[in-house]
């Protein structure tokens, strides 16, 4: 199946609408730019003869393609984010098309010094002789997400023009804010109707995700006594130098930038304070729920043991539910994650599975009652200027979702 031509003249079109989100942005979507790609997929629904187009006052975009078969089946959804990160510009993006790449350097801008290859991403390896898109140099490309939004709005075209294949009821939903951690906040997931879902919003070719970190944010306060330094002796607790001692105090191979795969970690995020007053903020991330309070407990008995330390002190702990690991939730339904393997092999494709270290809108929406696990969309380097997109990988996301249509009706 070649939808390449199709995929890429949306794809061209959505990247070069800029839709970048706000992390300090107050209103819902963050930015009002990004209801400009809205509007537009609303009229290109329509136009290719979605059903039950709508687009709300959050800025989601909810559409149908109705059955081809007469029996009921359970309600699939696809979905992708609209919004492209804050960490990068999104204005003016300039897609470029690097046809049949030999694997050689592929130049992103001369000017900049923007030159990817296998050394600086051996992720890129996978893609030889594939067409892959890159941005010019001054921007980020944006294929997180709108490689996922072109692969489904290609593979709806395909199956609203070809209603021989055989599918149950397919929703299509378009969200803002991914980026910013609130992209389905709002989202009405029951008048959405959809039993399961995939969001479209993985990396390169193959892989997939059903697990992400659980997550909990921590706070530390120290409450300090401040006496004239000539007379501490005995006398004086330093907040700030408590503190410190505890942040120092937690294992080096326990840290973000000491862990990978599987392994969990607390990140000190913040450290402020004075004589009087400190405070330490954090976050706590593992796979494993297990492990996550493992170290809790790990934390907090190196508070209890600064209390014995620093008897003048008063220091609490308290830890607060961030989101969790959705795999608990898609565990519960076989046929997710296994429909999904079954339609990456029908592709021609390895299913890896890999857990995702961060959140998920998918993680979100599968603890609000629909299951959500995350599928490849063909690129990497997300968040910059070296973002790239195999134009073959989308091609192969399209079959897996046309191919994923069909399983759920068997
Ligand atoms: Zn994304």
Known sequence: MDLKAAIYKRFERYARIDTQSDDNSRTFPSTKKQ???ARLLVSELKAIGAKKVGLDKYGYVTAEIPATVKARKPVIAFLAHMDTSPAASGKDVKPQLHKGWKGGDIVISRKHGVILNTGNCPELAVCRGDDIITASGDTLLGADDKAGIAVIMTAAEYLLAHREIPHGVLKIGFTPDEEVGQGVKYFDVKGFGADFAYTFDGDVAGSIEEENFNADGLKIAVEGKSVHPGTAKNAMANAARVAADIVASWPENMLPETTEHREGFIMFTDITGGTEKGEVSGIVRDHDMKKLKAMERQLEAIVAAKRLKYPLAKIEVTFTEQYRNMKEVIVRHPAVMGNLKAAVR????????????????????????LPAPNVFTGGYNYHGRYEWVSLDGMNKSAEVLINLARKWAE
């Open 346 to 369: 029908q592709a021609g494709l390895e299913p890896r599975v890999k857990p995702v270290r961060g959140g998920t809108d998918g993680a979100r929406l599968s603890f609000m009652g």
């Open 35 to 37: 209801l400009a790609l």
